[in-house]
């Protein structure tokens, strides 16, 4: 691994670890979308691969500015999240339940990205790269709505799931 010298070095080596977290992202989100029951939930997931591919799209764009490659790191902590997402995606689970494990997992998800693009996007101003700190103000904001999205989603789903075991006995399995 390069010796990292600066803060333009950090910010080389964590826009890596974002790629990476996007890539596996974008291999992970089809299979979000297929368990989720609620078309709503899974259309969600669909929307939001579209959206993925645009952030890694964005980063190749700043790493050819940059004249870096954004391969070469892989992301443990997205490892982990999405290993977390696969555990949801297997659990024998109510269809509300599972699409709020599938929403917790996706939620965790956001935020650590939330937490990465806005730690990059400073040091982007800092660094004086303009371009780039608005391409990430972008995939910030993106991140953010869909957080947000999923909070609504949850809501209603939520109030479903709290009430699987509020079913007349009659209905009852
Ligand atoms: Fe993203
Ligand atoms: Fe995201």
């Known amino acids: ?27 992970a989100l089809p299979k979000m979308a297929k368990a989720a029951t609620s078309m709503e939930l899974a259309h969600g997931f669909e ?34 999240l999405i290993e977390e997402g696969a555990e949801a995606i297997e659990e024998n689970a109510a269809p509300a339940a599972k699409d709020i494990l599938l929403i917790a997992a996706a939620q965790r998800v956001e935020h650590y990205e939330i937490a990465g693009y806005g730690t990059v996007k400073a040091f982007a101003n800092l660094l004086g790269e303009d371009e780039a700190s608005r391409l990430l103000e972008q995939t910030l904001q993106e991140e953010v709505e869909t957080d947000e999205k999923l909070t609504e989603i949850a809501e209603a789903i939520n109030v479903e799931a709290n009430e699987l075991d509020e079913a007349p006995v009659s209905h009852r399995r």
Not at 5 to 27: F, G, P, R, T
Not at 51 to 57: F, L, M, N, R, V
Request: charged residues 30%; hydrophobic residues 30%.
């Open 47 to 80: 929307e939001h691969l579209k959206q993925t591919k645009g952030h890694a799209g964005r980063l190749e764009e700043i790493f050819k500015g940059l004249h870096e490659k954004p391969t070469g790191r892989t992301c443990k902590a997205m490892k982990g």
């Open 1 to 27: 691994m390069p010796k990292i010298n600066n803060l333009h070095d950090v910010y080389v080596e964590q826009l890596k670890d974002l790629y990476s977290a996007e890539a596996q992202l974008i291999k």
